[in-house]
């Protein structure tokens, strides 16, 4: 049966590399119960049986070998950095292709927002907001929002103290410009100038 529903994530994880240990990790549940004969795979719901999980994903995956796993009922896509493992976990009838570029995505907002641009875990924690709402902005309750990073790291990003406010030009700085212009002009004429 054909998956007609908006929700393809089941969590986005960001697990220690050297350990297995939480950094940050968001689960996902629809409102409504998977269907059994799609292939669904039960909610996890409760924080053991989330630990559980990460823990077994962590183990089948932390010596790499592969980007994309199926395991107990979920879809792993992962991306191994060097000293963290960012997932992406979905149903195991979702999109490949689909989650694969959700991967990417948020591995290059991530770097985009994490000064000198490198993930790694001590980046991470310093940065945690940042995170966290990089990953709000990308998926939001298991639905796919966003595709694109720089769009991603643009809503998300802190202002730089360095740069200067935008100027904000309207229609009274419009009409002020021009009747500033038009009196120089007039005092040139005035004086012979022009």
Same mark, same amino acid.
Request: aromatic share 4%.
């Given at each position: 049966?054909?998956?007609?529903?908006?929700?393809?994530?089941?969590?986005?994880?960001?697990?220690?590399?050297?350990?297995?240990?939480?950094?940050?990790?968001?689960?996902?549940?629809?409102?409504?119960?998977?269907?059994? #004969?799609?292939?669904?795979?039960?909610? +996890?719901?409760?924080?053991?049986?989330?630990?559980?999980?990460?823990?077994?994903?962590?183990?089948?995956?932390?010596?790499?070998?592969?980007?994309?796993? +199926?395991?107990?009922?979920?879809?792993?896509?992962?991306?191994?950095?060097?000293?963290?493992?960012?997932?992406?976990?979905?149903?195991?009838?979702?999109?490949?292709?689909?989650? =694969?570029?959700?991967?990417?995505?948020?591995? #290059?907002?991530?770097?985009?927002? +994490?000064?000198?641009?490198?993930?790694?875990?001590?980046?991470?924690?310093?940065?945690?907001?940042?995170?966290?709402?990089?990953?709000?902005?990308?998926?939001?309750?298991?639905?796919?929002?966003?595709?694109?990073?720089?769009?991603?790291?643009?809503?998300?990003?802190?202002?730089?103290?360095?740069?200067?406010?935008?100027?904000?030009?309207?229609?009274? =700085?419009?009409?002020?410009?021009?009747?500033? +212009?038009?009196?120089?002009?007039?005092?040139?004429?005035?004086?012979?100038?022009?």
């Amino acid at each position: 049966m054909v998956n007609l529903t908006l929700y393809s994530t089941s969590a986005v994880l960001l697990l220690d590399a050297n350990d297995g240990g939480r950094i940050i990790c968001k689960y996902y549940t629809p409102p409504h119960a998977p269907s059994k #004969d799609a292939g669904a795979a039960a909610p +996890l719901a409760t924080l053991k049986e989330q630990r559980a999980f990460e823990k077994a994903v962590w183990e089948k995956t932390r010596r790499g070998g592969g980007d994309i796993i +199926l395991y107990d009922s979920h879809l792993l896509l992962f991306r191994t950095l060097p000293d963290v493992l960012l997932y992406v976990v979905a149903p195991a009838g979702e999109n490949e292709l689909m989650l =694969s570029s959700l991967l990417s995505t948020l591995h #290059d907002a991530i770097t985009q927002l +994490l000064p000198h641009g490198a993930i790694e875990k001590r980046a991470l924690l310093e940065n945690l907001d940042l995170v966290a709402l990089a990953i709000d902005e990308a998926v939001d309750d298991g639905i796919i929002l966003e595709m694109d990073a720089t769009t991603i790291a643009s809503r998300v990003s802190r202002p730089r103290p360095d740069v200067e406010s935008v100027v904000q030009i309207n229609e009274q =700085s419009l009409l002020s410009a021009y009747s500033s +212009l038009k009196e120089r002009v007039a005092q040139r004429i005035l004086q012979g100038g022009l």
